[in-house]
C-alpha cells in the first residue's frame, strides 16, 4: 500500500489543523493505521492509531484530548483532527500502516508515507 499524507501547514498556537493520509491499493480496510511525528533533532514519535475497523484509537499522552484520529475506508483515507496546536507540536507528521493491530512502535508498521510539515507559531 502507497500512502500520501497532506494538510501540514502553519499555524498559530491555539490553532487547529486537519491531517489527511490517502492510501492506495484495495487492501487499505485490512491494516490498522497510525500518525507518527518527528521534530528536528529528535526521534520519531508515536502520535495516534487506529484500528481496521476505526472502532478503536489509541493517543500518546501529550496528545490525548486534542488530538482525533478517524479513518473513511470508503475513502481510502485516514485523518488526524489536531486541535489547541501547542509548538511543541511542531514536527513531521507521517502516517504509516501496520498489519498488527493497535500499535505504538515505529518498527511495527510495515507501510510509511512521506511526512506532512506542521509549524505551529507561539
Known amino acids: 500500500v502507497q500512502l500520501q499524507a497532506s494538510g501540514g501547514g502553519l499555524v498559530q498556537a491555539g490553532g487547529s489543523l486537519r491531517l489527511s493520509c490517502a492510501a492506495s491499493?484495495?487492501?487499505?480496510?485490512?491494516?490498522?493505521m497510525g500518525w507518527f511525528r518527528q521534530a528536528s533533532g529528535k526521534e520519531r514519535e508515536f502520535v495516534a492509531a487506529?484500528?481496521?475497523?476505526?472502532?478503536?484509537?489509541y493517543y500518546a499522552d501529550s496528545v490525548k484530548g486534542r488530538f482525533t484520529i478517524s479513518r473513511d475506508n470508503a475513502k481510502n483515507t485516514v485523518y488526524l483532527q489536531m486541535n489547541s496546536l501547542k509548538p511543541e507540536d511542531t514536527a513531521v507528521y507521517y502516517c504509516?500502516?501496520?498489519?498488527?493491530?493497535?500499535?505504538?512502535?515505529?518498527?511495527?508498521?510495515?507501510?510509511w508515507g512521506q511526512g506532512t510539515l506542521v509549524t505551529v507559531s507561539s
Open positions: 487506529i484500528s481496521w475497523s476505526g472502532g478503536s484509537t
Open positions: 491499493g484495495r487492501t487499505f480496510s485490512s491494516y490498522a
Open positions: 504509516a500502516a501496520t498489519w498488527a493491530g493497535i500499535a505504538t512502535r515505529v518498527y511495527e508498521y510495515d507501510y
